[in-house]
């Protein structure tokens, strides 16, 4: 099983930019697809991104499209999330997660990490 650890949280004024990273440890990590979910005080956790294993296919929820990149490099063991034009709502634990395939539940999650935009 594969284990995931979150980082490059903070906090950052509306219209920053921050880079999350989710380093694996465990199973190959060519072996999963990587997803990041966020979930805000009082929501419930949505769906932000995800990315194949080889990183050939990616997918975005429409509130971040055109402002969020996810990328991976699977020689560091690393998925990473580009964040850019934040916003307020974006405010949230971000969390990423394992998957064996596209059409597969996420199973491994991270510990996550706090991301807070101001206005």
């Known amino acids: 099983q594969v284990q995931l650890v979150e980082s490059g949280g903070g906090l950052v004024q509306a219209g920053g930019s921050l880079r999350l990273s989710c380093a694996a440890s465990?199973?190959?990590?060519?072996?999963?697809?990587i997803g990041w979910f966020r979930q805000a005080p009082g929501k419930e956790r949505e769906f932000v991104a995800a990315?194949?294993?080889?990183?050939?296919?990616?997918d975005y929820v429409d509130s971040v499209k055109g402002r969020f990149t996810i990328s991976r490099d699977n020689a560091k063991k690393t998925v990473y999330l580009q964040m850019y034009s934040l916003k307020p709502e974006d405010t949230a634990v971000y969390y990423c997660?394992?998957?064996?395939?596209?059409?597969?539940?996420?199973?491994?999650w991270g510990q996550g990490t706090q991301v807070t935009v101001s206005s």
């Open positions: 990315i194949s294993r080889t990183g050939g296919s990616t």
């Open positions: 465990g199973s190959p990590f060519s072996w999963y697809g």
């Open positions: 997660a394992a998957r064996r395939s596209w059409s597969e539940d996420f199973r491994s």
